[in-house]
Each structure stands twice: as C-alpha cells, then as structure tokens.
C-alpha cells in the first residue's frame, strides 16, 4: 500500500470520527473565521446545515450582544496566540433561540508549523446550566432559612467531627462567632463527661445517626465562657458525595422547660408523699370503730371487754386519746 493511499485512509477515518460525533458541533474555520467545514452535530446543534454555513463568518452563532462586543474575533485571537480559546456563552440557532454553549477552539497547523486555520467543537450545556443555577438558588434559599434561625443552632460536621458550618443562632446560642469556630472540634460543645475518647456523646450521635438515619439528643452542653445549658437537639447524616460531608445538628436551648418539666416533677413526688402521709394519719383508731355485727345468723354485736379499754371503768377514751368522764 504506497503512502497517498495510507495517508488517504488515515483521512477518511478522522472524517468518520468526527461525523459520527453527534452532540459536538465540530467545524474548521480559515483565520479571518470564515467557516470551512460543518458536521452533522453541527447541523444538528445549530440547525444549519452545511451547505448554508459553509462560506459564512462564525460570528453568526454567537449573540447579538457578543457581536457587538466583537467575542468572536477575541476568541480568534487568544486561540492564536495561547494555543487554546475556552469558551462558555450564549450562542444562537438559525431560528434564533439561545442555547449555553461550551466551546473550545484551537489553532490548526500545517506539517511545518504554519497556521492555515481554527477548529471549534462545541457543546449544548444549557440543561447543565439551569441545574446549577436552580442548585444555587436552592443553596442560597436554604443559606437564608439557616441564617434567619437565630432560635436554632444549625451546623455541620464532617466524620472526623470537624466543624464545617455554623449559622447565626449557633453563634447565639454557643457564644462563638463563624470565624473562630469553623474547624474545630465539635467535642468542645459537650460538657467535660461526655467528651469520652471514642465512647462520647458525638460518637454516640453520628453512630445512631447513620443506623436510624436521625438522632435525637438532649443532654447539657457548654458555652464558650463555660457555661452550661441543657440542649435539644437532632443529629442527621448528610447524603452529598462530598469528601467532608458528615452530620448536620439541629439543636435548642431549652434550659427553661428542662427545669421547669424537674420542678414539676418534684412537686408531683412531694405531692404523692404528703397524700400518703394524711392517708394513713386519717384513718380511725380500732377503739372508735363501730361495732360490728359478730354473726349474720345470730345479728349479736361484738362488745369490747371492759378490760380492753383502759383500767378505770370511769373514763372512756376518745379517737384522740383524751380521756373523758364517764356518764
């Protein structure tokens, strides 16, 4: 096989390969940015098919403002002179609707080195687009709810228990500002017990937190200037494949129902100690019973031997104790 027909073949295999592209607009362009060759995901992208493109400028594809601001000539030029153009912009279709585009345009040498023109390849990215822009519109709404919670702390620790958030009312609440607290251990909000290398409180939490999916947690928890307060909190996993997602804790201050549910409780029990008390202290003496009848058949009633209630017959003795005088 001599080298024309090799080299022959070597072109008619780059043709198949870029033909067969489907979702890449890929086309060559001569310095000025005359299009010179357009494929089928070209004309499949920008709806115009080859021989409409072929002999007109590219600056046709992009928007009216980037015409105006001539992008289409900066892109010539920096792929010229770096050796590479990225680039990410509105582009138009032949009916005029907008799609976001990401585009990479190169220079194109010859065997000696001489640039003779340009090639583009191009990518519709606009479903890309609005998903990261409705992620950062939901990141901004959710940063909003976080930092508006000023009742709430709100945080986030990654596995090594880390802390890599912190919203307003967690510096409210805790008494440390973002700055100071971003990075830390998260084990300096528990009190001194339970802060039990590898068996503490925030091991417990994350453990029960990946088996149930959610933990719930009260327990006293410490201030910046040492203090004390007894906090409500949940502790949830974080799904996102992200190599410092770990836990987000949602946690109260709910120090003056805890006291005000052990006061409660503590009048409950003295109730039902002083209740037992009078229970037993109102109940009569045998000697003020009434007599009972001694058989149901016979109707005769028990009578108390005189000996029994005390050693005087002139005296009978009370509920109270007290002797009186006989009649």
Same mark, same amino acid.
């Given at each position: 096989?001599?080298?024309?027909?090799?080299?022959?073949?070597?072109?008619?295999?780059?043709?198949?390969?870029?033909?067969?592209?489907?979702?890449?607009?890929?086309?060559?362009?001569?310095?000025?940015?005359?299009?010179?060759?357009?494929?089928?995901?070209?004309?499949?992208?920008?709806?115009?098919?080859?021989?409409?493109?072929?002999?007109?400028?590219?600056?046709?594809?992009?928007?009216?403002?980037?015409?105006?601001?001539?992008?289409?000539?900066?892109?010539?030029?920096?792929?010229?002179?770096?050796?590479?153009?990225?680039?990410?912009?509105?582009?138009?279709?032949?009916?005029?609707?907008?799609?976001?585009?990401?585009?990479?345009?190169?220079?194109?040498?010859?065997?000696?080195?001489?640039?003779?023109?340009? $090639?583009?390849?191009?990518?519709?990215?606009?479903?890309?687009?609005?998903?990261?822009?409705?992620?950062?519109?939901?990141?901004?709404?959710?940063?909003?709810?976080?930092?508006?919670?000023?009742?709430?702390?709100?945080?986030?620790?990654?596995?090594?228990?880390?802390?890599?958030?912190?919203? $307003?009312?967690?510096?409210?609440?805790?008494?440390?500002?973002?700055?100071?607290?971003?990075?830390?251990?998260?084990?300096?909000?528990?009190?001194?017990?339970?802060?039990?290398?590898?068996?503490?409180?925030?091991?417990?939490?994350?453990?029960?937190?990946?088996?149930?999916?959610?933990?719930?947690?009260?327990?006293?928890?410490?201030?910046?200037?040492?203090?004390?307060?007894?906090?409500?909190?949940? $502790?949830?996993?974080?799904?996102?494949?992200?190599?410092?997602?770990?836990?987000?804790?949602?946690?109260?201050?709910? $120090?003056?129902?805890?006291?005000?549910?052990?006061?409660?409780?503590?009048?409950?029990?003295?109730?039902?100690?002083?209740?037992?008390?009078?229970?037993?202290?109102?109940?009569?003496?045998?000697?003020?019973?009434?007599?009972?009848?001694?058989?149901?058949?016979?109707?005769?009633?028990?009578?108390?031997?005189?000996?029994?209630?005390?050693?005087?017959?002139?005296?009978?003795?009370?509920?109270?104790?007290?002797?009186?005088?006989?009649?």
């Amino acid at each position: 096989m001599d080298q024309s027909s090799v080299l022959g073949k070597e072109t008619e295999i780059y043709r198949h390969m870029v033909e067969s592209a489907q979702d890449y607009a890929i086309f060559a362009m001569d310095p000025d940015g005359t299009v010179v060759t357009w494929s089928a995901g070209a004309e499949n992208l920008f709806g115009y098919p080859a021989s409409e493109m072929i002999g007109q400028n590219s600056g046709i594809l992009f928007s009216f403002e980037d015409q105006l601001a001539g992008a289409a000539l900066k892109e010539i030029r920096l792929a010229l002179t770096a050796g590479r153009a990225d680039d990410n912009r509105w582009h138009v279709r032949k009916g005029g609707s907008l799609f976001w585009a990401s585009g990479l345009m190169m220079p194109l040498r010859d065997d000696a080195g001489e640039v003779y023109g340009l $090639t583009k390849i191009v990518r519709d990215r606009t479903e890309a687009l609005h998903d990261d822009e409705a992620l950062r519109a939901s990141q901004e709404r959710l940063q909003l709810i976080l930092q508006s919670a000023i009742d709430y702390a709100i945080f986030a620790f990654d596995r090594d228990g880390r802390i890599i958030s912190w919203n $307003t009312g967690a510096c409210r609440i805790f008494g440390y500002e973002e700055a100071e607290i971003l990075g830390r251990d998260a084990r300096i909000l528990f009190v001194p017990e339970d802060r039990v290398e590898g068996e503490g409180a925030l091991e417990r939490e994350m453990e029960r937190a990946l088996e149930r999916g959610r933990a719930e947690n009260e327990r006293f928890h410490l201030r910046k200037d040492g203090s004390t307060f007894w906090g409500s909190g949940l $502790t949830m996993p974080l799904r996102a494949h992200h190599p410092r997602a770990g836990y987000l804790k949602v946690l109260r201050d709910d $120090t003056e129902r805890h006291f005000a549910d052990e006061h409660q409780q503590i009048i409950l029990r003295e109730m039902s100690i002083g209740s037992k008390t009078v229970s037993r202290s109102s109940r009569p003496c045998w000697r003020c019973r009434p007599a009972q009848p001694n058989s149901r058949r016979s109707g005769r009633r028990f009578v108390m031997p005189k000996h029994v209630l005390g050693p005087s017959p002139r005296y009978t003795i009370s509920c109270g104790g007290n002797r009186t005088s006989k009649r």
